[in-house]
């Protein structure tokens, strides 16, 4: 018998996602599972692999997430979304808006008429220690990069992000594929970070490229959405509720948050949509 999988993507950030049932009948290490299935060539293809877990006591569903080079993320942004799409279309949770667990904490999606997914994305992370991010101070930290000083913003949405602001003539994305690998790795992140070169168009609206811990360049990443925006709320540059343009698509954050009060939720609406399902051959 063969492994079903469906697939799935919110802005181009696409995931495997596997039934509970199904994860049942692996043997080897999920790790290993999410390499070869994640693998665009020898596998379905995919920026992660997603599992629910119906064994929960603190929330109504829980999942397993793996990127693609089999490591563990404590949140991605636009998995949640998928992932919620596909449990209230599965009947593994019965309401709209319902609590997921994950390694970031208890997040709460709701599924919208429109079909798109609200999430909270629960409160930012400031705190250079729970980042985690080593300097003592993480607004305007400057940052030596090869032939570049970068300033920019530690932020956490439950996983680690550096948020960097550039001018309106640089290329994000060439910014985010030459120097994302290397910011991703520097000291100042123990966990590695993910890497978000942003420009701002106007004061509710910004274009985002992002080197994703794990993954590498993604057409989309939801938490770093909701990071870059935080960030730019406390640096004065955007208003609370923005437009986020990234290469697969446009997500909206808003936040409620300044800097005399961040202690405010950031909610992501966006996409969710299926690509297939299908049966693989049980080679795993």
Avoid at 28 to 40: G, N
Avoid at 63 to 72: A, I, K, L
Avoid at 194 to 202: G, Q, T
Wanted: glycine residues 10%; hydrophobic residues 40%; charged residues 25%.
């Amino acid at each position: 018998m063969g492994i079903k999988v469906t697939k799935m993507q919110g802005c181009g950030n696409d995931f495997v996602i596997l039934d509970y049932d199904e994860f049942k009948k692996i043997n080897i290490k999920m790790s290993e599972v999410a390499k070869r299935l994640c693998d665009r060539h020898f596998g379905v293809g995919a920026d992660g692999l997603i599992i629910p877990n119906t064994n929960v006591d603190n929330a109504d569903i829980g999942w397993y997430f793996y990127n693609s080079d089999g490591t563990t993320a404590q949140m991605c942004g636009n998995g949640i979304r998928c992932f919620s799409k596909y449990v209230y279309d599965k009947g593994l949770v019965q309401k709209p808006e319902f609590t997921v667990s994950t390694l970031a904490g208890i997040i709460k999606p709701r599924l919208l008429e429109n079909g798109r997914v609200m999430v909270n994305m629960s409160k930012p992370i400031l705190e250079p220690d729970k980042i985690p991010f080593v300097p003592a101070n993480n607004l305007k930290y400057k940052m030596s990069v090869k032939n570049m000083i970068f300033e920019g913003n530690a932020v956490s949405m439950g996983n680690p992000h550096f948020i960097i602001f550039v001018s309106p003539e640089d290329d994000t994305l060439a910014f985010a594929k030459e120097y994302g690998p290397i910011i991703e790795t520097s000291c100042e992140f123990p966990e590695k970070t993910n890497v978000e070169f942003v420009k701002i168009k106007s004061y509710r609206k910004i274009e985002l490229r992002v080197w994703e811990r794990g993954c590498g360049i993604t057409l989309a990443c939801g938490t770093g959405a909701s990071a870059a925006v935080v960030a730019g709320v406390l640096n004065g540059y955007i208003e609370n509720s923005v437009d986020v343009e990234l290469l697969g698509g446009v997500v909206h954050i808003d936040w409620a948050g300044s800097i005399n009060n961040p202690n405010q939720d950031v909610y992501m609406t966006g996409p969710a949509e299926y690509v297939f399902e299908a049966e693989l051959e049980p080679k795993i």
